[in-house]
């Protein structure tokens, strides 16, 4: 048996690249490497394939000379076969031609414009669909599960930890730093006028109202909202929930209430947190521009309400509920693949931000209307 041996020389016609030797699969991955090499510099428009040496090969080895064929491995420029041995023309012939992988691949069609636009107005409409469907098969089971008593209350404990409890921390620290950011930045205008001390005003109405629910509720769908989906979006490509179905455990009963749930309470109990952690950044600020306590807590006191305090809090509510939803929604729709989980994350993330953003316009104009 003759060993390997790859040779790129001058032809009549171009270059002759000469594999000798045996071409198998014990051999493959050394012949690759050297044909590489040896093609690296080639700048031949022709090339032929000289297999007359080849004494010993199997299917793994003739690959090789078909992906030379195709033009593979010298730069897209295919090359012929000559010489090789007539008990190792049938192992190359195995594999397709050309012409029979285009017949194999649909053709591409270009959409219009008009098209492309339809298809995403059918697949908004569908979505919506889809989420009324779910958002009523929510209710039911959670509904049925307080009315009969079985909610899986040691499973929300849990959750209410993973998502809540451990997630105390960087909600701190960024309302923190968000009440230190509106104090820097609200005190330098209002310095022109004299009335840096309305800078607590100003932090007590938008940390409470508006800035603690929303970026408490961003923080759970990046934490929360995420991990949801990927929990059931796992759980689906393992077919556990179909196993749960065959069971009779619906998984929106089983699974999905008592993460709503869990999000509906504990978001509350974090924006209240983030309320007080955003109100102290600004206190600090306000400390360090030497106010008295006494006179920050008297505008803190006379500009924020009960009011206020109830409209964060029913955003917290709401917000909870949207986050855990949208992540057990995609979570439930994950589709086969192996990027089918990571693709329902982030469109849970996604879908999860929006809303909020969404709900709290509603809440804006609602309150305005109302004068609340």
């Not at 020389?9 to 051999?27: F, K």
């Not at 991955?29 to 510099?41: D, K, M, N, V």
């Not at 593979?72 to 012939?93: C, N, T, Y």
């Not at 620290?173 to 022109?192: D, H, K, R």
Request: net charge neutral.
């Amino acid at each position: 048996m003759t060993p390997l041996r790859v040779e790129l020389r001058p032809g009549p016609a171009g270059e002759v690249l000469e594999i000798s030797g045996e071409l198998s699969g014990a051999t493959v991955a050394t012949a690759r490497s050297q044909i590489i090499a040896a093609l690296a510099g080639s700048h031949s428009p022709s090339l032929e394939v000289d297999a007359r040496g080849i004494d010993r090969g199997d299917t793994s080895g003739m690959s090789l000379l078909y992906e030379l064929v195709q033009g593979r491995l010298s730069a897209h420029r295919s090359a012929s076969v000559r010489g090789l041995r007539p008990e190792f023309q049938p192992l190359l012939a195995v594999f397709p031609s050309p012409e029979e992988i285009r017949r194999l691949q649909a053709p591409s069609v270009r959409r219009g414009a008009f098209e492309e636009i339809g298809g995403h107005v059918v697949s908004i409409g569908r979505d919506a669909r889809e989420q009324l469907t779910f958002l009523g098969a929510v209710v039911q089971a959670l509904a049925r599960g307080l009315h009969s008593r079985r909610m899986r209350w040691p499973e929300v404990a849990v959750i209410f930890e993973k998502a809540g409890v451990n997630a105390v921390p960087i909600v701190a620290l960024i309302s923190l730093l968000t009440g230190v950011i509106i104090a820097f930045e609200s005190a330098q205008p209002l310095a022109m006028f004299g009335a840096q001390v309305y800078t607590a005003n100003i932090i007590g109405i938008a940390m409470i109202r508006e800035f603690s629910p929303i970026f408490t509720a961003i923080i759970l769908a990046g934490r929360s909202g995420s991990a949801f989906a990927a929990e059931l979006g796992t759980m689906k490509v393992n077919e556990e929930l179909n196993a749960l179905t065959t069971m009779g455990l619906e998984p929106v009963q089983f699974l999905v209430v008592q993460r709503i749930v869990a999000g509906m309470l504990l978001m509350p109990l974090l924006t209240a947190f983030s309320m007080l952690a955003g109100v102290l950044g600004g206190v600090l600020v306000m400390l360090a521009m030497r106010f008295p306590f006494a006179q920050i807590w008297n505008h803190l006191a006379g500009s924020v309400g009960v009011s206020d305090v109830l409209v964060g809090a029913s955003k917290a509510v709401v917000f909870g509920a949207i986050v855990s939803a949208l992540g057990c929604l995609r979570g439930l729709q994950t589709k086969e693949g192996p990027s089918a989980v990571g693709d329902s994350t982030t469109r849970a993330v996604v879908a999860g931000i929006l809303m909020i953003i969404l709900v709290d316009a509603v809440f804006a104009v609602l309150t305005d209307v109302l004068h609340v």
